[in-house]
């Protein structure tokens, strides 16, 4: 028994004569007399990637939304930050910094200029309470930089150009002001 055939119009795949709808392509069928020779598939073209686009991973980049991505993703930096996000998260952290440095620098200052045998336990926890935070500020500054690093295209290890003194951070800072790049990224 011999089963007849006819050829998708559309990608060229040989289907019973019966099939209204090709099943690879999802083509409608004419069901008429149809040559019984198939059709080159049709050819894919080669698109171009995408182009450059900005990317940024919370919807409307601000102050708020930004600081907690910035905080949020403390410890992932198998991720991207986009422009937008990695700079108004570091005017968020500024922000956040620049009031407690103030008032611990003057705790520091009247500590030492009202010093007279108290107890140190008080001082010690405040001390350790502030190393703490500038420590997880830390984590959070390089993280965010790898993040930035990978949403251009770079490796994370370029964030190590910031121990080579002034050049290496005024690299890093043009590096940061860069654009996303979405073409040839393996960040993606």
Not at 108 to 131: C, E, H, K, R, W
Not at 168 to 176: D, K, Q, R, S, T
Request: positive net charge; hydrophobic residues 45%; charged residues 10%.
């Amino acid at each position: 028994m011999q089963t007849h055939h006819h050829f998708c119009s559309q990608c060229g795949k040989a289907l019973p004569a019966t099939d209204a709808f090709c099943p690879a392509c999802g083509a409608q069928q004419a069901l008429a007399n149809q040559p019984t020779t198939p059709t080159p598939p049709s050819v894919a073209s080669t698109e171009e990637p995408r182009p450059d686009q900005p990317y940024n991973e919370s919807p409307a980049p601000g102050l708020g939304p930004s600081t907690k991505l910035y905080f949020q993703d403390l410890f992932h930096i198998n991720k991207r930050l986009g422009r937008a996000d990695y700079w108004w998260g570091t005017l968020g952290i500024f922000l956040l910094n620049f009031p407690l440095s103030v008032a611990l620098s003057f705790f520091f200052n009247s500590l030492s200029s009202d010093y007279t045998g108290q107890s140190v336990i008080a001082p010690m926890v405040i001390l350790l309470l502030f190393a703490t935070y500038y420590l997880v500020m830390s984590i959070a500054a390089i993280t965010a930089m790898v993040r930035r690093l990978h949403d251009i295209g770079m490796s994370g290890l370029c964030w190590l150009l910031y121990l080579v003194p002034f050049l290496g951070a005024l690299i890093l800072f043009g590096l940061a002001c860069q654009p996303s790049k979405q073409r040839y990224n393996r960040f993606l």
